[in-house]
């Protein structure tokens, strides 16, 4: 009897260390895809906005865009580039990091509620799922964003069972609020976990639900706030809205969330997602009551968000896009990891199997994504250390938004957008005798007559690129010789 004890003991002990052995298996996997120097256009605005820059200046910043971002994941960024520097790599590992929090909750809370194979599972879909192997590289919130929801779904989980826990609600209020000062789409999220929430309360007749309106509405004022004073709502009504409701299929949905390289990956894997849901109906009586009604929230948390965020995208010119509503994608794969690590062992060896196929595809993708995109980044940059100076006026023609992405790159120049010269003559006037470069990326630049006018004579000099998305920022590069204006 005591040598099975010992065994049993033994046996827990091994399956926790093969937890943790995946935890750092997994890690290291994403920092393999940390060291690559291409950024696309949204890391180039996290980086821009976070290099030389201060507290205060990044709040300023972010409220001039009129754009979607809120200060916390960039005040975050902000403290750990202080110590661990403003490069690429440091500013991946962030991202890392955020995924790893979300790890963190399987091997140890999800572990202690679900046992041993759902963290598993759990760990394998938080961090090898396509989209995750994306977004814990990509210098963005959306690592972060998944955490601080699914540690927002746990706290409740916790209250419904147990809510006179102060300290709980509090720490509610405080996740609350660092989603919605992350990405405040995490909005759409953190509603349908309130309304399980409220749901449950009253199911349960339990009193203190003024407790939820509290934790929930505190968030919400500073938020208003922002979302005021960032001119966002100057997006309200425009007539580009409804295009994006359209945008609304089972198609990019799923795509967002398994697409690969790999012939019917897609398919595959929303097939996965109708499994578990199915699966879900029937394990009802087995594992009824609030845990099923939580694992059934969970997993439909993230289709529901993807809806509503697209119907709300009517009243605006801004708002939908799938990653934007991607932030509990985290519960997504705590709910199928729950139900298919119950069905039956088949079950969960096809789940592990199909989660290391989509995995190896994914990390090839990504992969080449980071390094098949940046063919001429090494010699640009040899280029630029050979010819360019501070102070240098380089003007460009790609989109107007790749002067961000060229300044992560050489951030001494002084970047113009041909598209965006309100006067081409007077720039050229003000630029005669200074150091000018021409990045043509398109065929279209100064007309005959003004080339004449001004005695614009050019070389060029090679073509070059940064990370090439869609051909933008791969380009010709052109020494510019302004005589000036002919009299």
Request: with cysteine.
């Amino acid at each position: 009897m005591l040598s099975l004890r010992i065994f049993i003991k033994d046996k827990k002990n091994w399956m926790q260390a093969a937890l943790w052995v995946t935890f750092f298996f997994i890690t290291a996997i994403l920092i393999t895809l940390c060291f690559d120097e291409g950024v696309d256009l949204d890391e180039a605005y996290s980086y821009t906005t976070v290099r030389g820059n201060s507290l205060l200046g990044i709040g300023r910043d972010i409220l001039a865009a009129n754009d979607t971002d809120v200060p916390l994941y960039y005040i975050g960024l902000y403290l750990w580039t202080r110590v661990f520097g403003e490069s690429f790599l440091a500013c991946r590992l962030f991202s890392v990091a955020g995924t790893v929090a979300s790890m963190l909750l399987g091997v140890t809370v999800i572990r202690r509620l679900w046992g041993n194979r759902t963290s598993f599972l759990f760990l394998l879909f938080s961090g090898l799922t396509p989209a995750m192997i994306h977004v814990g590289v990509n210098i963005r919130m959306y690592s972060w964003t998944i955490f601080l929801i699914t540690l927002c779904a746990l706290e409740i989980y916790f209250l419904v069972r147990e809510p006179d826990r102060g300290r709980l609600w509090f720490a509610l209020s405080l996740t609350t609020f660092a989603g919605l000062f992350s990405h405040y789409f995490t909005a759409f999220s953190y509603m349908f976990l309130y309304l399980w929430l409220l749901l449950e309360m009253i199911h349960r007749k339990q009193r203190g639900i003024w407790k939820l309106f509290l934790c929930g509405g505190i968030p919400l004022i500073p938020t208003a706030v922002w979302f005021a004073a960032s001119g966002i709502l100057q997006f309200a009504g425009s007539e580009n809205g409804a295009s994006y409701v359209q945008n609304i299929s089972w198609e990019t949905f799923f795509s967002f969330l398994f697409f690969t390289r790999l012939e019917y990956s897609v398919l595959l894997g929303s097939g996965v997602f109708l499994l578990a849901l199915f699966a879900l109906f029937g394990l009802r009586k087995k594992y009824g009551g609030t845990e099923w009604r939580f694992i059934f929230f969970s997993l439909l948390n993230m289709p529901c968000s993807y809806v509503a965020a697209g119907v709300a995208a009517s009243l605006g010119s801004h708002f939908f896009i799938p990653r934007h509503v991607m932030h509990s994608i985290g519960l997504l794969w705590l709910a199928m990891a729950i139900i298919l690590s119950r069905v039956n062992l088949p079950t969960y060896g096809f789940s592990i199997l199909f989660t290391a196929v989509m995995a190896g595809a994914a990390y090839r993708a990504e992969y080449a994504l980071s390094y098949d995109t940046t063919p001429y980044l090494e010699d640009t940059m040899k280029f630029a250390a050979d010819h360019f100076q501070e102070g240098d006026i380089v003007i460009y023609n790609a989109d107007g938004r790749f002067g961000m992405l060229y300044s992560c790159y050489l951030p001494e120049l002084t970047y113009l957008c041909f598209w965006e010269l309100d006067d081409p003559e007077e720039m050229l006037r003000e630029a005669e005798g200074e150091r000018v470069w021409f990045f043509q990326s398109q065929e279209r630049w100064f007309s005959a007559e003004i080339i004449e006018r001004f005695g614009i004579t050019y070389e060029n000099l090679g073509h070059y690129g940064f990370q090439i998305m869609d051909g933008s920022t791969e380009f010709d590069v052109l020494r510019l010789e302004i005589r000036g204006e002919a009299e």
